[in-house]
């Protein structure tokens, strides 16, 4: 698809290997608050990380391309990076959980094969 610019070039919105989808403020936004909200889910906590950096890399390409953070893009930047700090304690949580929950769960089952049964 193309269309003629307000200067009368002809420009193509489609790049070569796909469709052209420019960074909005929005978008660093969206993915910062789908970030966070991810990273505070228990056992989801790893998505809240991806999205988190996918917020990040957004507001800095933005940040590139026109300038210093604000409105928007600078709310999507620091829930990106709570929900980063967040979503990183909180899977170490989970996990040191999850172990000592598969140890006790081990434990448990092998001290029952220690009873003798005449």
Avoid at 39 to 44: E, G, M, N, Y
Avoid at 50 to 74: C, D, E, H, M, T
Avoid at 78 to 107: D, W
Wanted: hydrophobic share 45%; charged share 10%.
């Amino acid at each position: 698809m193309s269309y003629e610019n307000e200067y009368g070039n002809e420009n193509d919105t489609s790049k070569e290997n796909g469709s052209y989808c420019p960074i909005t403020p929005s978008n660093v936004l969206v993915w910062g608050i789908l970030g966070l909200a991810f990273a505070c889910t228990p056992f989801l906590n790893f998505l809240g990380i991806i999205f988190s950096v996918v917020a990040k890399r957004k507001s800095n390409a933005y940040a590139a391309a026109n300038g210093p953070l604000y409105g928007q893009a600078k709310v999507g930047h620091i829930l990106a990076t709570v929900g980063l700090i967040v979503g990183i304690i909180l899977t170490v949580i989970f996990g040191i959980y999850f172990m000592i929950a598969c140890a006790a769960c081990v434990s448990a089952l092998g001290s029952y094969s220690s009873y003798r049964y005449y």
